[in-house]
């Protein structure tokens, strides 16, 4: 496949560096689009030429110290791909489609907070994310889908001023939302490949 890439964008840092801000514009124009689909024949997945396709976009991410304490982060993307040219071996026209495995938008926000108790000055960081990211397909025909989700992460980070180890207490999914991260459909139905649900754990950690 061979893709031509535009992209015009600036990246800035404002307020006395404490506010870092990039922004970003795109397109992508592609000939002889690789996808992969099912052979229901052969019960095998294979990689068919999907002719052209057209992706455009919008991206941004910033960063702001909003003290010597606290971090606020942020960043989204939007995104606008569909196959202008696509008819596989079947005759099956998928022309106009959106391009599997390509949500529409994408947000991310998140916070880093680190304080101290007493004599453990700035031994403690908390941070938490959150991401959402939009509707995706699984398939050309644009006939399964993953619909929008979100995902929250949290953890607690403890390491004493100049001490060599430190303990990580982290919760990853922590609403427990239900999430396919692949999926195949297979003679009309859809098999899915499910992410991990709410997960806790703790980290230990030396250094020398």
């Known amino acids: 496949?061979?893709?031509?890439?535009?992209?015009?964008?600036?990246?800035?840092?404002?307020?006395?560096?404490?506010?870092?801000?990039?922004?970003?514009?795109?397109?992508?124009?592609?000939?002889d689009l690789q996808s992969q689909q099912l052979v229901?024949?052969?019960?095998?997945?294979?990689?068919?030429?999907?002719?052209?396709?057209?992706?455009?976009?919008?991206?941004?991410?910033g960063t702001w110290a909003v003290n010597e304490d606290l971090t606020l982060t942020a960043s989204g993307s939007w995104l606008d791909a569909k196959y202008k040219n696509?008819?596989?071996?079947?005759?099956?026209?998928?022309?106009?489609?959106?391009?599997?495995?390509?949500?529409?938008?994408?947000?991310?926000?998140?916070?880093?907070?680190?304080?101290?108790?007493?004599?453990?000055?700035?031994?403690f960081s908390l941070q938490t994310n959150y991401t959402k990211q939009g509707k995706s397909y699984w398939t050309p025909a644009n006939t399964f889908a993953?619909?929008?989700?979100?995902?929250w992460d949290a953890s607690l980070r403890v390491q004493p001023p100049g001490a060599a180890w430190s303990v990580t207490v982290w919760g990853k999914n922590l609403t427990d939302e239900l999430y396919a991260v692949a999926a195949q459909t297979f003679?009309?139905?859809?098999?899915?490949?499910?992410?991990?649900?709410?997960?806790?754990?703790?980290?230990?950690?030396y250094e020398f």
Do not use: H
């Not at 600036?10 to 124009?29: C, E, H, T, Y």
């Not at 106009?96 to 390509?102: E, L």
């Not at 993953?146 to 995902?151: A, V």
């Not at 992410?195 to 806790?200: D, G, I």
């Open 187 to 205: 003679f009309g139905d859809l098999m899915n490949y499910y992410a991990p649900p709410k997960t806790y754990g703790v980290d230990l950690k």
């Open 86 to 123: 696509f008819v596989d071996g079947a005759g099956v026209v998928f022309s106009g489609n959106r391009i599997q495995r390509s949500p529409e938008y994408k947000v991310d926000i998140g916070a880093n907070y680190v304080f101290g108790i007493g004599e453990w000055d700035q031994a």
């Open 1 to 31: 496949e061979k893709a031509t890439n535009c992209e015009i964008g600036v990246k800035s840092d404002l307020f006395d560096r404490r506010v870092r801000l990039n922004l970003a514009a795109f397109k992508m124009d592609y000939k």
């Open 146 to 151: 993953q619909e929008p989700f979100g995902l």
């Open 40 to 61: 229901l024949e052969c019960l095998c997945l294979i990689t068919s030429n999907a002719g052209t396709a057209e992706i455009k976009g919008l991206e941004a991410e």
